[in-house]
């Protein structure tokens, strides 16, 4: 069991991402690939991107991506920008005694292979072959189906943020994950190596992730900025390319509550005032109080008061049917919001 412990200058600093974190959710992706967990959620990615990234391209990944284990820290550097090409190239940029120490970590774990012992060495182009083999693989297994994953991390954000509004500080953490116990002052991470995580007031970052699996998972090094990847409400569904996306909202969920409301409903899952939810609707803010207030009468989302103005933001019954999966499923109980901001 992993122990987090946390002190009353780190409970201040809790944040929650806003978006989902490319190199987290290649990495991440990476480990689903290679088992096959979760069928009704991935096996259909699986078959799309087995045949869209050559076996050698994908072998690179792999030998530096174990299925379950350490990977090393530089392929998800701790302050990664939220844009993929820029998060590449800061993983790109890591020192290189850095990248060679982690490799010599996970050759403990794993024989080191030709391709492993050349990147710890620095040769050649090493390092532009693994920006190569990343970015293939970014484009084939990521990318299109990134508004799909961006969508359900934010609405997961938006579900935290209601549960630290409404509950405090002690909901957001205490429901965080089925495999995460809050015990003030530790947050206690099963199924994690048995060790103790002091945060000494550096706070904390909590990463929704799509492709995280289970188990929270974290930052091997706890020099670096602690940082806990967990996984949001998995369901059929929260993959879905992006023209698959824009036939969803334009053809049958359109059909289904109106092109207007649909859409509205969309603004919703990053969460909006009325003002935002007009100009993403591209009405007028009396029709968009209209429109929210029927989405909310029929359990769709939320309103609340947020400062001057009112908040909008989508429930867990809104994301099964943006997500395409209406109530055919196994359906959980709503998961509580988040923050995105210092506590």
């Known amino acids: 069991m992993l122990r987090i412990h946390f002190t009353p200058r780190d409970l201040a600093r809790i944040t929650v991402s806003t978006q989902p974190a490319p190199l987290w959710e290649?990495?991440?992706?990476l480990h689903m690939l290679q088992h096959q967990d979760g069928r009704l959620v991935f096996e259909d990615?699986?078959?799309?991107?087995?045949?869209?990234?050559?076996?050698?391209?994908?072998?690179?990944?792999?030998?530096?991506?174990?299925?379950?284990?350490?990977?090393?820290?530089?392929?998800?550097?701790?302050?990664?920008?939220?844009?993929?090409?820029?998060?590449l190239e800061l993983m790109l940029s890591t020192p290189r005694q850095q990248?060679?120490?982690?490799?010599?970590?996970?050759?403990?774990?794993?024989?080191?292979?030709?391709?492993?012992?050349?990147?710890a060495r620095g040769e050649g182009d090493s390092l532009r072959k693994l920006g190569r083999a990343v970015r293939t693989y970014h484009d084939a297994a990521i990318a299109p189906y990134w508004k799909s994953i961006g969508t359900h991390v934010?609405?997961?954000?938006?579900?935290?943020?209601?549960?630290?509004?409404?509950?405090?500080?002690?909901?957001?953490?205490?429901?965080?994950?089925?495999?995460?116990?809050?015990a003030a002052p530790v947050l206690q991470v099963l199924d994690m190596n048995d060790r103790d995580l002091y945060l000494d007031g550096r706070g904390i970052e909590l990463q929704p992730s799509a492709f995280c699996w289970?188990?929270?998972?974290?930052?091997?090094?706890?020099?670096?900025?602690?940082?806990?990847?967990y996984p949001i409400h998995h369901a059929p569904g929260i993959l879905r390319q992006?023209?698959?996306?824009?036939?969803d909202s334009t053809g049958a969920l359109g059909s289904l509550l109106g092109a207007t409301r649909a859409a509205a409903l969309e603004a919703a899952a990053t969460g909006c005032t009325t003002t935002e939810l007009a100009k993403h609707c591209k009405i007028s803010p009396a029709a968009?109080?209209?429109?929210?207030?029927?989405?909310?009468?029929?359990?769709?989302?939320?309103?609340?008061?947020a400062g001057a103005s009112v908040r909008h933001e989508i429930t867990q019954l809104g994301i099964w049917l943006l997500s395409g999966h209406g109530s055919g499923g196994h359906r959980q109980s709503p998961r509580q919001k988040s923050v995105g901001q210092s506590l």
Not at 160 to 180: F, I, K, M, N, Y
Not at 288 to 305: D, F, K
Request: aromatic share 6%; with cysteine.
């Open 26 to 29: 290649i990495l991440l992706s």
């Open 45 to 87: 990615w699986r078959r799309q991107v087995r045949t869209r990234v050559a076996p050698d391209q994908m072998r690179l990944l792999l030998e530096l991506s174990p299925a379950r284990g350490y990977s090393p820290d530089f392929l998800t550097p701790a302050e990664s920008p939220p844009d993929f090409e820029s998060a």
């Open 99 to 119: 990248i060679r120490d982690q490799l010599a970590l996970l050759s403990k774990y794993r024989p080191a292979s030709p391709w492993t012992r050349e990147l």
């Open 154 to 182: 934010s609405a997961d954000h938006a579900h935290r943020g209601e549960a630290l509004a409404c509950h405090g500080v002690d909901r957001l953490l205490s429901t965080l994950h089925p495999r995460v116990r809050w």
């Open 214 to 229: 289970q188990v929270p998972t974290k930052l091997r090094d706890p020099e670096l900025k602690p940082i806990l990847v």
């Open 242 to 247: 992006s023209s698959a996306e824009t036939a």
């Open 288 to 305: 968009a109080s209209h429109q929210a207030t029927v989405l909310r009468e029929a359990g769709l989302i939320t309103t609340r008061r």
